[in-house]
Each structure stands twice: as C-alpha cells, then as structure tokens.
C-alpha cells in the first residue's frame, strides 16, 4: 500500500512537473509572440543591412551604363574603347536580347503564380512531378547541349542529372513523411489569403528589380562573343541575382513563417489572444529592423543546406567502406557546424524575437538538439522538394528563353539561357517559400511544445510523434553497433598487438 501510494504520488509528481514545463513553454512562447511590440525591436546586422542597399545602388548604376551603352546604339557611352584589350565587342545592340530576357520574366512569373493557384488542389501531385521529372528533364537539356557541340554544359547538366537520380534513391524511403509534412503545410498556408497576396506582391517587386538587371545583362550579352571576360561578368551578375532574391525570398519566409507560428500557438487566426494586425506588424519589421540579419542569413544559407543535403543522402548509402565514410563523415560534421550558425529555421526566431541571424540559428538548432527534434528535421527532405520543383521551373524558363534565342542568335543560347534559367529559379522560389516557412514553423512549434500540434491537427501530431520515436530508436542502434564496433577493434589490438 505503502508502495503503491509512493509510486502513484511519483507519478503525480511527474505529471505536475511535465504540465508545468509545457505551461511555462507555451507562457514563454506568447510572451514571445508579445515581442511584436516596437519597444522590444532593436535593429539588428546592420552593417550587412548597408553592404546589401550599397550594392544594389552600386549594382543598379552599372546595369544601366551596360545596358544604355548599346541601346539603340552602338557604343553609345564610348566605353568600347577602354575594354577593347578585355573583351570582344561587336555590333550586337541591347535590344536584341533584352525580349528574350522579358520571356524569362513572364513565363517564370506564370509559372509562380500558377503554383500559388494550385496549391490548395494539386500542391502534392505537383511536388511528386519535380521529384521525378527533374533528372529526365536534366538528362534531356544536356543531349541538346552535346547537340550543339557545347560540351562543357552537356557534362554539367548530366552530372546535375547524375546527382539528382542519386539524391532520389537515397531518400526514396523518407518521401512519404516529406510528402506528409508538406501536404499539412499547404493545407495550413492554403486558409491564410493574405499570405499568397503578399508572395504575389513580392514577385512584383523581383519582376521589376530584373527589368533593371536583364537590362544590364542583355547589354553584357550583346557586346561579347562568348569570351572568358564576359562570361565572368555574367557570373558576377548572377550571384547579385541570387543575392538579392534569396533577400526577397527569406523576406516573405520572416513574414510568413511569424504569422503562421502565431497562429498555431495561439489557437488560430481568429483567437482572442492572437495579437492584432499581426501580418502587418511582421511585414513591418522583416523589411526594417530585421532586414539586416535577412541580408546577411541570405549569402550563406541556401549553399550550406544544398550541400548537407547532398552529404547525407550519400553518406546513407556509404555501407561500411571506412575509408569513405571517414572522409565523408569529417566533411559531414564541418557543414553540420555550420549549419548550427546559419540554418532557415532562424528564420522563425527572426520572426517572433527580433534577434540577430546568427543567435537566432543557434538558438533553433540547440532547441531541436535539446527537444531530439533534430533527428526529424534531419529525417525530412521538404526542402529539398520545394528545390526541386525551383529548379524545375528555373529550367523551363531557361528553355523558353533559349529556344527563342537559338532561332535568331545560336552562339548566345547559354550565355541567355543560363541567366533566365536564374530568373525562373528566384521568382518560382517566391512561390514556394510560403510552403517551406509553415514547415518551419510547424518543426519549431513541435520543439517548443508539442501539444500546440495535437491541438492543431491529432492525427498529425502522432504520425510526428510515431516518426520522432523510430529515428532515435535508429540512431540509438547505429550509435551502439558503432560503439560494439570499436571495442571490438580494440579487443582485437590487445589480443594480436602489432
């Protein structure tokens, strides 16, 4: 009896203790959902928030005078003259290419905006079609590139094509999970309207910063025969591009991203604790006080999660080469420290805390690490998906731009090819980072208190939870055959010393 009163009051104990901790986590939560007070908002990475305007007023002056130079007329601006010894000019005009580079823009905003449009019928067969078309559609652009005898991105686009099919293979048992979580994170996204009027604003505002740059490009393409200066310039060019649509785009992710956890902790869009104006408030700050950390998580963070993703598809299907799997394993454990200060789900602390980029990335990764959620988002491969289908569009644009290009200029196909492939990659991205951030939040809501996903969706909170358990129980395992494994070899040492 004695016993028996001992374990029940324990259990009592711990029941109390775990109530407790969820109230104090969700207490915290709101209190940090409070923090879309403007006396709590500092600014923050203001000096990359500087790097980043001077380098599109920088950027926007030299797109102009490459541009105008050649604009109607030859060497307009007589500058010919002082790149005479650098690059090969000829009697191409702006104009000849700037249409084409106008098609890029139209084709690759239809296409986003297609996207947002069918997101709430056909997001999932959508998804599944990137997956699998991708390494055909890969595979095809780079037999028309032997074709036309460009060999250098015939190679290219069959190693693309290569490490796509291989990527697939490798996570073909984690698809299904993938394809649950995103299916619930448009389902979310798909009852908010104001957030795809905000993507749609958004590609406006890309569509019209690449007016200006195609202008510029356009230029570039038309004084040159395809020589190593000109190309190099096009290169400079593309990763301003980059640069500045991963802004826009990590922009509309700050903004969803915090409207969406708001939501789901505090019950719904339409709860009396939901704090007013919420989509404005975090418009506000994303393009203000917190501008600066999302110019300065943009540089790195799309390079660092692309190549993680490559690392641990391959490093699954290693087996037991140990030699490989050292070498793979070193390489695997740099990205993850680097992950741990540059990662997309800061983007939600952005949101939500105001803080800076690189404690907000810490501090997402040590809660997933402390919580074992990061053995989920380890497990998940949405945002590789959500690549899959940007690519895919970034490649139909290409194609678009190119055939039009090949009918009247053939030496130019890759050279306009690949920059309105980039075009169509950034405004087909501004489409699907609605998704990628209710995904973010949804894992960062689960860390922080799993019952505010049991409240939201039951049915999904055990899947999560029954996915949670396996992978730990996985990773238990291999920890233990690693370490049977070591005392093994040293056993084996000490019994046959060299």
Same mark, same amino acid.
């Given at each position: 009896?004695?016993?028996s ?25 709101i209190?940090?959902?409070?923090t @879309? ?22 950027l926007g ?35 000849n290419?700037?249409p ?5 823009g ?6 986003? !905006?297609?996207w947002l ?15 699998? /078309?991708l ?5 095809? /652009? ?6 036309c005898?460009?060999? @250098?991105?015939g190679?290219? @686009?069959a ?10 293979i ?12 995103l ?29 200006i !740059? ?14 190593l200066g000109r190309w ?23 903004i ?7 939501i789901l902790?505090?019950g ?15 418009l ?5 006080t ?11 963070t ?9 690392i641990?598809? @391959? ?17 695997f454990?740099l ?16 949101a /939500? ?8 990335? *810490?501090?997402?990764?040590e ?6 959620v990061?053995?989920l988002?380890?497990?998940?491969c ?24 090949? /009918?009247?200029w ?15 990659m950034?405004?087909v991205?501004?489409a699907?980072?609605v998704v ?6 949804i ?28 992978r730990?129980?996985? *990773?238990?395992?291999r ?6 494994h070591n005392?093994?070899d ?9």
């Amino acid at each position: 009896m004695s016993d028996s009163n001992v374990s029940s009051s324990s259990s009592d104990s711990a029941s109390t203790a775990t109530v407790d901790r969820n109230v104090g986590r969700s207490q915290r939560i709101i209190d940090g959902g409070q923090t @879309f007070s403007p006396d709590l908002r500092h600014w923050r990475d203001v000096f990359w928030l500087a790097i980043f305007i001077i380098h599109l007023i920088g950027l926007g002056f030299v797109l102009a005078v490459l541009g105008l130079n050649r604009f109607k007329k030859l060497d307009r601006l007589n500058i010919d003259r002082y790149t005479n010894r650098v690059w090969e000019n000829n009697n191409g005009l702006t104009e000849n290419y700037w249409p084409k580079y106008a098609v890029a823009g139209g084709v690759g905003t239809a296409l986003g !905006w297609t996207w947002l449009l069918l997101l709430g019928s056909r997001a999932n067969q959508m998804m599944k079609v990137s997956v699998h /078309i991708l390494t055909t559609y890969l595979a095809v /652009i780079s037999v028309l590139c032997f074709w036309c005898k460009q060999f @250098f991105w015939g190679v290219a @686009f069959a190693t693309g094509a290569a490490l796509q099919f291989l990527y697939v293979i490798s996570v073909i048992d984690r698809l299904p999970f993938t394809m649950l979580v995103l299916q619930k994170a448009v389902k979310l996204v798909w009852s908010l309207p104001e957030v795809m009027r905000v993507a749609y604003a958004f590609m406006v505002v890309m569509l019209l910063w690449m007016g200006i !740059w195609s202008f510029g490009a356009a230029g570039v393409v038309a004084s040159s025969r395809g020589d190593l200066g000109r190309w190099w310039l096009l290169v400079v060019l593309s990763v301003s591009l980059f640069w500045t649509g991963a802004v826009l785009c990590n922009t509309v992710h700050v903004i969803v991203s915090g409207l969406v956890f708001l939501i789901l902790i505090h019950g719904g869009q339409n709860a009396s604790s939901m704090p007013p104006n919420s989509l404005m408030k975090s418009l506000r700050y994303a393009v203000t006080t917190s501008f600066g950390s999302i110019c300065y998580g943009s540089l790195f963070t799309a390079a660092i999660r692309t190549l993680r993703w490559e690392i641990r598809g @391959f490093r699954s299907k290693i087996g037991n080469n140990e030699c490989l799997l050292c070498c793979v394993d070193f390489l695997f454990q740099l990205v993850e420290t680097l992950v741990r200060f540059f990662n997309k789900y800061a983007y939600v602390q952005i949101a /939500i805390h105001g803080k800076g980029f690189n404690r907000s990335a *810490r501090d997402a990764w040590e809660l997933f690490q402390s919580t074992g959620v990061e053995a989920l988002v380890a497990y998940d491969c949405s945002g590789a998906v959500l690549l899959m289908g940007t690519v895919l569009g970034g490649l139909i644009t290409g194609t678009c731009a190119g055939i039009w290009t090949w /009918i009247n200029w053939r030496d130019r196909v890759i050279m306009v090819g690949s920059t309105a492939m980039l075009m169509g990659m950034v405004l087909v991205g501004l489409a699907m980072v609605v998704v990628e951030s209710a995904v973010t939040s949804i894992y960062v809501c689960y860390a922080e208190d799993p019952s505010l996903i049991q409240r939201w969706d039951p049915q999904f909170f055990n899947q999560m939870s029954e996915t949670l358990h396996q992978r730990l129980q996985h *990773r238990s395992a291999r920890a233990r055959e690693v370490l049977s494994h070591n005392q093994l070899d040293g056993h084996m040492q000490d019994t046959y010393p060299v």
